[in-house]
Structures are given as C-alpha cells and as structure tokens.
C-alpha cells in the first residue's frame, strides 16, 4: 500500500469496511501503486490498464476489465464513471471504475464490484458520493 501525502490510507480503509455492498474494492493513483483495498486481490501491473480506460470508448468497451482474474464486459462508459458486468442474469458482478482528483490535487481511481442483488443503479451513487465525500472530486467531463 502506498502512503500518499493527502490521503490517509487507513481513514480510506476504515470507510472502505462500511460499504458492506461492495463485494471488492481498491483505490489507487495515476501510477496504479494501491492506496487501500478491501476484499480485492489485484496489482500494479494488473491496475495499469485502467489508467488508460479513458483515453478511448471503443478501445475500452472492447478490451473490457480484467480485475483479479476475472474479465468483466463494459458496457456503460459516463466519465467520470466506466461499468459493466460479469455473469449472467442469475449470478453476476458489476464493476464500476471512477476517477477524479484527491483534495490534494493528485489522480485517483476508485475501483467497486458488486454482486447481485446489487446493481449499478444502487452501487454507482454510492460510488460517486464515496468519492466526493472521502478522496476528493470526480472529474468533469
């Protein structure tokens, strides 16, 4: 975990815990080094394609996420917001990838799964307010 100078990575943790409808999360900066997780089992190497997920729609619908071994579909791209799903009706995962500015001025993402019964139109809100509330400001697109 990388200690960042805005942001407290155990506050970050600690507020990570109570999102108890959020199967996995990780929140990391513009060079992918992990700040804190929860539940998430991932990497650098695995985090570096993010960071180019909004540079272009069509190359990111069609590559899609891969996080912890898992390929998730993307099908939502909103930014600051890029979503999609693994699965199918009966037994699926979201994923939802957010980006914005920490208090501090630094790039950070903040990278949710969530599992049925939980969709994005719950999951999503949450996902922006946790942001806005705890790290920073979505950007503006």
């Known amino acids: 975990m990388v200690d960042s100078s805005d942001l407290d990575p155990k506050a970050l943790t600690d507020q990570l815990a109570k999102q108890d409808e959020w199967a996995r999360s990780v929140i990391f900066d513009a060079d992918a080094n992990i700040i804190t997780s929860r539940n998430c089992q991932t990497n650098q190497s695995e985090l570096t394609a993010y960071l180019k997920a909004y540079d272009s729609r069509d190359n990111t619908i069609a590559a899609g996420f891969n996080l912890g071994g898992d390929h998730f579909d993307v099908h939502r791209f909103h930014p600051p917001l890029i979503y999609g799903r693994r699965g199918d009706a009966d037994n699926g995962e979201g994923i939802s990838l957010a980006r914005g500015t920490s208090k501090g001025g630094k790039k950070v993402y903040l ?31």
């Open 111 to 141: 990278l949710i799964t969530y599992t049925l019964p939980i969709v994005s139109a719950r999951a999503v809100p949450q996902q922006i307010d946790f942001f806005n509330t705890h790290i920073g400001e979505l950007d503006k697109f």
